[in-house]
């Protein structure tokens, strides 16, 4: 069983559109981070939420924590060929572990 | 500053062979991890280091060990390599157990 779930699993979209990929789990989290990894490489650290509603941008790049910390988004605004990437969502298991775990990730290719 | 290295980056091995993979930090750094990525898996933790002088089992360590030499490096080894093990191979640290994430940039492993 995965702890934490992203859809879409892909998404392929054209230069210019704008869109949202989520991050859920039944259990509470203390904190989520998104990363976003590039073909080839290792992942990169975009952004770590830690309250309940928090909201985050980066750029074009919007984050979101649930008010109850259970799920997350990420919206992009306008997407580019730059933001083609997997996105992956992760946190600390919780229930005294600092072990962390991994979504599968939303792959992402923006045409131009 | 190199943040997180990993040494080799590509390797071929035979059934049966063992091999070890390097990992060095230099952000001082108190936690190690390694996972292993693959299609439509996500990264999966195989064994991580909270701190320097302790291990521990992550999600998937059969057919692994690890050694935590000092705080700066954290080695994966193979003992008796097998098909399954053919994955991709990621080293991150953080300075706080379960915290933000620093990835290396993959081993890319072929057991035939």
């Known amino acids: 069983t995965q702890l934490l779930e992203q859809s879409p699993q892909f998404l392929s979209i054209q230069e210019g559109e704008n869109l949202t990929v989520y991050c859920n789990s039944s259990?509470?989290?203390?904190?989520l981070q998104w990363y976003r990894q590039e073909p080839g490489e290792g992942p990169v650290l975009l952004v770590t939420v830690v309250t309940g509603g928090e909201v985050k941008k980066l750029k074009r790049l919007t984050f979101q924590f649930g008010d109850a910390r259970k799920d997350s988004s990420l919206h992009i605004t306008a997407a580019q060929p730059g933001d083609t990437g997997l996105y992956l969502c992760?946190?600390?298991?919780?229930?005294?572990?600092?072990?962390?775990?991994f979504g599968r990730g939303t792959s992402l290719i923006v045409h131009p | 500053n190199a943040g997180v290295t990993q040494t080799p980056k590509f390797q071929v091995l035979k059934t049966g062979q063992s091999m070890t993979l390097q990992c060095a930090q230099d952000?001082?750094?108190?936690?190690m991890y390694w996972y292993r990525q693959d299609p439509g898996m996500g990264l999966r933790l195989i064994y991580y280091s909270a701190s320097e002088g302790t291990t521990d089992k992550g999600e998937v360590p059969n057919g692994y060990n690890v050694s935590r030499l000092n705080k700066r490096e954290f080695s994966l080894r193979l003992e008796s390599a097998a098909p399954s093990q053919t994955s991709v191979y990621f080293c991150?640290?953080?300075?706080?157990?379960?915290?933000?994430?620093?990835f290396g940039p993959g081993t890319r492993l072929t057991v035939t």
């Open positions: 991150a640290s953080s300075d706080l157990a379960g915290g933000e994430q620093y």
């Open positions: 952000m001082n750094h108190n936690s």
């Open positions: 259990s509470v989290f203390s904190s």
């Open positions: 992760a946190g600390p298991r919780g229930g005294g572990s600092y072990i962390p775990t």
